[in-house]
């Protein structure tokens, strides 16, 4: 009788859990017994493993084998079990030594010939294995993904037979390399926006304190033109932020572009889009369009088309940054730090109160059109914009062009330095003792922030969002305290009721 224990990792939302594969040879009829919780495509591994072994010239036991995947409580699923499989089989055969079994993980699929397949979801593999000391082997293909975390000892391979002969010291493998990579520029310019400089100054301020926004107005008067450049001028991502959204990415369809792992998303989905492909879930649990946004943009187009029951699940991801999605065979918890960007008409038709083109829609439907999105949603969005009709006939490529984004970039960067040198974090991210640390108020101001707040009948979320609103304002002016000027900004920005 034989044992041998060989180290992987299993996959659970974006977090990778430590698997023991304990393979035990034994008496009895040949068979293979699979135990721990294994789906679908993990027990039909054994079928894949026999093939990739003979295929690559060694011997499957005739024995009693009994696989273990511990802890047998913890779901596996998909083919990432095969290789670690294959190598618990020829150490408990004696085929090959364990030496290194302990020091290293090992993942990847088989092919019936041996070779090794990419799997999913391989970023938090390494950055888990990197935490606990081991090395890692995995399949070629995963290479670059897998130098993302920086770890030590990732070795790749394209088949059974590389691993076998670098397990026994007859050939290396190469190690894991970094594919080259960098934030990939932004095409769309605020330069190409004309006019609109209220909307551009509520962009600039959005992008500096990262709060959320929404455009109201006419068709074609360039909401979504405006809501595509926000990426152009938002600050690059640190190491620990696009480490967070690759490893979202990486666990996702189709998976993590390694070209822009270090830039920050922009998600639009559609407004057919269901509560799962928004939020995320399914029976087993994916991420959904807020959690691929995470330290990017989600931007929402034609929000009152959205079923409002999409909208609602929106509401608890925008204050605490993530989602938790619970399922009878489990739960998930997936990151969803977004800055969220919405545009919508003012009614129907498009033509409420547009000055070229009469609106033909009743009271009682622009009434039930702006119902669509409720009271609580907008609560927790801090810049409300109306984009007018300009009053000038624009052409592309005539008359003077707006102010370009690198420009609009440089004073959001300074801004955002400021916050992350007192706070830690954005304006938009503080919680209620960093607002009354931060955004502390002269007893003139106060008095006139408490009579705004009255008149626009504010709630106490409402208040705090004006006050995070307008102590970026004044970091975008390089004061240290809130001026009444910036406070009546904030406050022009913050009226809901008339959209």
Known sequence: MSLAQVFTRACVGVDAPEVIVEVHLGGGLPRVSMVGLAETAVRESKDRVKAALLNAGFKFPASHI????APADLPKEGSRFDLPIALGILAASGQIDDLKFQDFEFIGELSLGGGLNPVKGILPVAVQAKCAGRGLVLPLSNGPEAAISGGQQQYCASSLLAVVAWLQG???????????????????????VYGQLRARRALEISAAGGHNLIFTGPPG???????????????????????DSAAVASISQPGLDIRRWRSRSFRAPHHTASSAALVGGGSKPKPGE????????LFLDELPEFNRNVLEVLREPMES???VIARAAGYAEFPARFQLVAAMNPCPCGYHGDRAKDCICSAEQIGRYRAKVSGPLLDRIDLFVEVARPKQVIIPGKGQAGEPSTEVRMRV????????NREGVTNGQLDTPGVKAH???SDKNESFFEQAAEQLSLSPRGCQRVLKVARTIA???GAHDIDQAHLAEAIGFRQPGRH
Do not use: F, W, Y
């Open 170 to 192: 007859r050939e290396s493998l190469p190690a894991a390399r970094l594919a080259e990579s960098r934030p990939i520029s932004c095409s769309k310019d605020l330069r190409d």
């Open 413 to 420: 960067l300074g801004a955002r330095r400021i916050q992350i």
């Open 475 to 477: 970091d975008l002016d």
């Open 290 to 297: 807020i959690s691929l946004a995470h330290n990017g943009v």
């Open 439 to 441: 955004c502390r108020l």
């Open 66 to 69: 009994t696989i273990s995947l």
């Open 321 to 323: 940054g993530h989602i």
């Open 221 to 243: 008067t360039g909401k979504t033109m405006l809501a595509s450049r926000l990426p152009g001028i938002l600050p690059p991502m640190s190491e620990q932020e696009a480490l």
